[in-house]
């Protein structure tokens, strides 16, 4: 029993370099090279997610005190505040 299909794919600008991977030898055929591609993907995703389950754990594990979210956006308030005033100082020099 055959485990894969056949599908049909649109790729645009995408085409070229599937075509360039083909045609210098890097892959045997179009298949092969979007296969490739996939497990490159799914290697990405699982990277990614390793990254994300870590900062999660590291938060969690976070023992300092919550900052309250007013305090965070009113002191981003008053970060931007500064930046601006100081580009209006420097464009009048």
Same mark, same amino acid.
């Given at each position: 029993?055959?485990?894969?299909?056949?599908?049909?794919?649109?790729?645009?600008?995408?085409?070229?370099?599937?075509?360039?991977?083909?045609?210098?030898?890097?892959?045997?055929?179009?298949?092969?090279? &979007?296969? /490739?591609? %996939? +497990? *490159?993907?799914?290697? @990405?995703?699982?990277?990614?997610?390793?990254?994300?389950?870590?900062?999660?754990?590291?938060?969690?594990?976070?023992?300092?005190?919550?900052?309250?979210?007013?305090? &965070?956006? /009113?002191? %981003? +308030? *008053?970060?931007?505040? @500064?930046?601006?005033?100081?580009?209006?100082?420097?464009?009048?020099?």
């Amino acid at each position: 029993m055959r485990t894969s299909k056949s599908i049909t794919l649109t790729l645009g600008k995408q085409q070229q370099v599937l075509d360039s991977l083909v045609s210098t030898g890097e892959y045997e055929s179009a298949s092969e090279a &979007v296969r /490739a591609a %996939l +497990r *490159a993907l799914e290697r @990405e995703r699982d990277a990614v997610n390793t990254i994300l389950r870590e900062k999660i754990r590291e938060a969690l594990e976070d023992h300092r005190p919550s900052v309250p979210a007013a305090k &965070v956006f /009113a002191d %981003l +308030r *008053a970060f931007h505040d @500064e930046q601006v005033e100081a580009d209006k100082r420097g464009a009048q020099d």
